[in-house]
T-cell receptor, first 114, second 111 residues
Framework: GEDVEQSLFLSVREGDSSVINCTYT??????LYWYKQEPGAGLQLLTY?????DMKQDQRLTVLLNKKDKHLSLRIADTQTGDSAIYFC??????????????FGQGTTLQVKP | DAGVIQSPRHEVTEMGQEVTLRCKPI?????LFWYRQTMMRGLELLIY????????DSGMPEDRFSAKMPNASFSTLKIQPSEPRDSAVYFC?????????FGEGSWLTVV
């Protein structure tokens, strides 16, 4: 079946790196995404990775994908208080990549302490 | 680019009333999605359209929910009659290919 799991909470100090982890069960996933949701706001697409890639870097964000273990992570370097939000991992499934149907994890709340 | 536009942003209504949520997707996007977010169930896909045609509505909770997409630039999600358990944030999203963009959501409270 389709299932995406995330830890619910992560607390870090400002300036440290944050690593948010996600596991998924469907090996046919084609794209995997990270979204950010600030309080009272919608979901902001941060980055995504195609399933044939191992790593993608975009400024302070690094995405690592381990297909063997079905594990995805998002590393935020030099975490700032403005990074405090809920981070959602999501996958699309083979056959859905043209339509973008997403399966979401339950979200990880990142708390950044000054 | 204006992004996905949803209205209303907030709505409070009484049980039994009809609720209509509206969405304008990003111009040129050919897929549109309605998601619901609650504390208990997280983000759930209700229905999605491809080229204005409903493809999968298996996530629509029950017959009280209906969605339409009369043209490429407009969609509605209707709840009739509304119930308190429908209180949630309803997100519209659109995509062309593999990047999916979300609106700011419609925050619905049914009392």
């Amino acid at each position: 079946g389709e299932d995406v799991e995330q830890s619910l909470f992560l607390s870090v100090r400002e300036g440290d790196s944050s690593v948010i982890n996600c596991t998924y069960t469907d090996s046919s996933s084609t794209y995997l995404y990270w979204y950010k949701q600030e309080p009272g706001a919608g979901l902001q697409l941060l980055t995504y990775i195609f399933s044939n890639m191992d790593m993608k870097q975009d400024q302070r964000l690094t995405v690592l994908l381990n297909k063997k273990d079905k594990h995805l992570s998002l590393r935020i370097a030099d975490t700032q208080t403005g990074d405090s939000a809920i981070y959602f991992c999501a996958e699309t499934l083979r056959g859905s990549s043209n339509t973008g149907k997403l399966i979401f994890g339950q979200g990880t709340t990142l708390q950044v302490k000054p | 680019d204006a992004g996905v536009i949803q209205s209303p942003r907030h709505e409070v209504t009484e049980m039994g009333q009809e609720v209509t949520l509206r969405c304008k997707p990003i111009s040129g996007h050919n897929s549109l999605f309605w998601y619901r977010q609650t504390m208990m169930r997280g983000l759930e896909l209700l229905i999605y359209f491809n080229n204005n045609v409903p493809i999968d509505d298996s996530g629509m909770p029950e017959d009280r929910f209906s969605a339409k997409m009369p043209n490429a630039s407009f969609s509605t999600l209707k709840i009739q009659p509304s119930e308190p358990r429908d209180s949630a944030v309803y997100f519209c999203a659109s995509s062309r290919g593999n990047t999916i963009y979300f609106g700011e959501g419609s925050w619905l409270t049914v009392v």
